[in-house]
């Protein structure tokens, strides 16, 4: 099978199988792997996604280290190909979708039949293969861990990122007034066309000044629910604008910086900060992550999501 194997780790931007002698190879005829388990099932891959953590993944820099060589990859959709004996819920042929920590760079991948979750009829394949993480994540953050309301302000930075701009969606699903940040021209009219209620444009004016003006119009007091996948001095500077018992969903630093939150600060002010590790959720709460999917799979399919897909790549 065709496979995408980072046989060393290094930069993640240098071409497979160049005179860079970068992490990667492409490899044609990698094996195929082979149902482990009674209950394994073995999916022909559709798609894929590139995620933010992937390169991490493969400059060593995750919280979690994989032994090279390995396939990186997460989240994933595709068709049964194959099944295990003791396999009841699926047969060869039905859409599914899933996520792993790595391996889905390649035709080929094998998953626990509890692991995978049925794409509903009329959801596009490429577009359900970018729900698990980027989707699971704000879903957790925003609707288990901040149980964000109707009413409520919600602040999003990097807000036209992968899990930026799902948790703009899920908080207009929720009727949150949504705030969201993001640098450029062309991330700001493509938010203006997903109906978020107040847009910075980081690259022209502060968060600061311009989300307290957008308040001050509207008569309300502050940011309830933050949400920071980014970090660095954005974030730190975004605390002036929270209000009394606020929540801090701390979602990853993209900036490369770790912001230091003053919990003097939160004691007096009653905030309440939610770190939010996804990816490891169905070691500690099993089953979390297939009941989130299968409910975001069905707001996709009702309409209330939109998948934006920027680019599509062939694996080589």
Same mark, same amino acid.
């Given at each position: ?63 979690? /280290?994989?032994? %090279?060589?390995? +396939?990186?990859? &997460?989240?994933?959709? =595709? $068709?049964? @190909? #194959? *099944? ?108 203006? /066309?997903?109906? %978020?209620?107040? +847009?910075?444009? &980081?690259?022209?004016? =502060? $968060?600061? @000044? #311009? *989300? ?105």
């Amino acid at each position: 099978m065709e496979a995408l194997v980072c046989k060393k780790l290094g930069d993640p931007t240098i071409p497979p199988n160049s005179s860079e002698n970068g992490p990667f190879s492409y490899i044609t005829t990698y094996p195929i792997p082979k149902l482990d388990t009674p209950t394994s099932v073995r999916v022909r891959i559709k798609c894929t996604c590139l995620n933010f953590a992937t390169g991490l993944h493969v400059q060593g820099k995750y919280q979690e /280290k994989y032994p %090279v060589p390995f +396939i990186p990859g &997460s989240d994933y959709s =595709g $068709v049964v @190909e #194959s *099944v295990g004996p003791n396999v009841t819920k699926f047969k060869v042929g039905d859409r599914v979708s899933s996520f792993a920590y790595v391996g889905s760079f390649a035709q080929f991948i094998v998953a626990e039949e509890r692991e995978l979750y049925g794409v509903p009829n009329g959801c596009d394949l490429a577009a359900a293969a970018c729900i698990p993480a980027a989707y699971g994540t704000s879903y957790e953050a925003l609707i288990q861990r901040a149980n964000l309301k109707s009413g409520q302000v919600l602040l999003v930075l990097g807000a036209v990122g992968g899990v930026g701009l799902a948790a703009v969606q899920i908080g207009k699903i929720c009727a949150a007034t949504v705030i969201a940040v993001a640098r450029g021209t062309k991330k700001v009219e493509f938010l203006k /066309k997903e109906g %978020v209620d107040h +847009i910075v444009d &980081s690259s022209k004016e =502060g $968060v600061i @000044e #311009s *989300v307290k003006k957008f308040l001050k119009i509207r008569k309300l007091k502050g940011v309830d629910v933050f949400y920071d996948p980014v970090g660095g001095k954005i974030a730190k500077e975004s605390l002036k604008l929270l209000n009394w018992g606020a929540q801090i969903l701390v979602i990853g630093f993209a900036s490369g910086e770790v912001p230091v939150i003053p919990v003097n600060i939160a004691l007096v002010k009653n905030w309440t900060i939610h770190g939010l590790y996804w990816g490891r959720y169905d070691a500690n709460k099993p089953g979390v992550l297939k009941d989130s999917s299968k409910e975001l799979l069905s707001w996709f399919a009702r309409g209330l999501i939109t998948i934006n897909i920027c680019h599509s790549y062939k694996l080589q």
